[in-house]
């Protein structure tokens, strides 16, 4: 376990001087509202702001998504100059200001991948799942249509057995079919931590059932990093499982953009 279980008191960060601190943030649902369209999802000017500051006094601010790293670096600015580091794929893809890397598997599946997204637009797209080509991916997004989750699901299961390297990742809002890269967003974590060497204090925002349940008991499991938890919690049933793990819970992404604001206000504050 994590040795201090900090709620919304940010004074135990004062123990760590900003260097020595990672602030992490999943994107979607927590920097960047859900909109119906999630192609036209935007991060809250609030949070990009916050997260600036936060680079400002000297923080290492690293956005952890589902997304594609370069999507993260288009919305967020050039890794180079946001100073920020962007996890994409859910592990398998990093930007950071002093290096890049890409799971080797992400190239070799790009030619199924383009298959797979022939065949869903053929068949799926015509019933009105939206198809979402991420070229080392495919996500089939139905949200707003529940009922076609079946549909989504048996493509995908017929998809990983056509090939043995893709893996399928769902939720009720998303099926994703993509290489099964053996990463996940806490081992991606774990490995920025160890790269930058010296963090003492990790603050993760998220909000998602399965990716962002493993960063907690990831940071759990550390003896020697401290950890805080919060979850943008929507109100769902599935998410149940994640609160229970988080140190404190807010309830739209506006609420995650005030967390950040208040570490930045503290930070500002003790280390002028
Ligand atoms: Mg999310």
Known sequence: MSKLPPRRDWAW??????????VACDNDG???????????ARPLP??????RRLVAVGVRVAIVSGRRAEYLE??????????????GMAGAEIISPSYSW???????MVPAIRKLVERASAILAPKGIAIEDKVVSLVLHH?????????????AAESAI???????????????????????KGIALM???????????????????ANDEVVADTLHGQDDVSSVIVTVAHGQLEQRSLVAKSDFTVPDAAGAARVLNEVADHLELTSS
């Open 30 to 40: 927590v920097l960047s509202p859900f909109v119906d369209d999630p192609l036209a």
């Open 74 to 87: 288009d919305r967020y600015g050039p890794s180079a100059e946001s100073r920020m580091t962007y996890i």
């Open 46 to 51: 609030e949070a990009v702001a916050a997260l």
């Open 143 to 155: 949200r707003t249509a529940p009922e076609l989750i079946p549909l989504a699901l048996s493509f």
């Open 191 to 209: 490995e920025l931590i160890r790269r930058v060497g010296g963090i003492t204090s990790v603050i993760y925002l998220g909000d998602d059932p």
């Open 102 to 108: 890409t799971a080797p598997l992400a190239r070799e």
């Open 162 to 184: 056509a090939y043995p390297n893709l893996t399928v990742s769902h939720n009720t809002a998303v099926t994703e079919i993509m290489p099964d890269f053996k990463i996940d």
């Open 13 to 22: 960060i004062a123990h760590s001087g900003p260097h020595q601190i990672i």
